[in-house]
């Protein structure tokens, strides 16, 4: 399924405030991460998704006692009861970008729709993560990624469907024209198009290449 994102270059608060929250938060999770693998002598393993927490790690040789053995890609878990899965448990965990961005500007991701005596839903965000930060290093540039809720709503009349508008718009004090998604004005950021931001990329990894950074994608 294709889904339709509008880039909002993150300049202000409170946006900028969220996901420099988000990066110091990756930042934290990675820490213990790289703490924990150090310990237990490997150089790989998996981390949660969301989260980013470890979750299953690569043994270069010996396998510790207290995790399973691995599976067919080497990925060993921590044996349940053991020090070790109340280690992995006590992680500290980051929390993903669609949860702040959702809390802090409620990003419209689903619409309901009817037709005749048709009635549908659909999905105008990757349900798994429907709104999330884009960024080339810690220091910036950045961009928020939401759902393009005007485009969905234009495909969807143009099939002949009929849009409701969800709940929580029509539950803001002010209305779909005070909201945030539905208005497509989101407080610290700006809209530009995607090619914009390939440009941002593109010039910061040229200006860390010549500066003799190592360039990352993140």
């Not at 470890?54 to 890609?73: A, L, Q």
């Amino acid at each position: 399924m294709k889904f339709n994102y509008a880039f909002f270059l993150v300049e202000a608060d409170p946006a900028l405030a969220l996901v420099k929250q988000h990066i110091a938060d990756r930042q934290r999770v990675r820490g213990s991460v790289a703490d924990l693998a150090k310990e237990l002598g490997v150089s790989t393993g998996t981390t949660d998704r969301d989260s980013y927490h470890m979750v299953s790690v690569n043994f270069p040789g010996e396998r510790h006692p207290d995790f399973t053995k691995p599976d067919r890609k080497g990925r060993s878990w921590p044996k349940k009861g053991t020090a070790w899965a109340r280690r992995f448990a006590e992680q500290p965990r980051a929390t993903p970008s669609s949860d702040l961005i959702r809390k802090a500007f409620d990003p419209v991701d689903s619409l309901r729709w009817t037709q005749g005596d048709s009635q549908g839903w659909h999905c105008i965000g990757n349900p798994f993560a429907p709104s999330t930060f884009l960024y080339t290093g810690p220091d910036g540039p950045y961009v928020m990624l939401v759902p393009d809720l005007p485009l969905a709503i234009k495909e969807l009349e143009a099939e002949g469907k009929k849009v409701e508008i969800p709940d929580n718009v029509l539950a803001h004090p002010q209305g779909p024209a005070g909201h945030p998604a539905w208005n497509m004005i989101f407080p610290g950021c700006r809209r530009i198009d995607p090619e914009e931001w390939d440009i941002l990329v593109a010039q910061e990894k040229l200006a860390r290449r010549r500066s003799g950074d190592e360039v990352t994608d993140d």
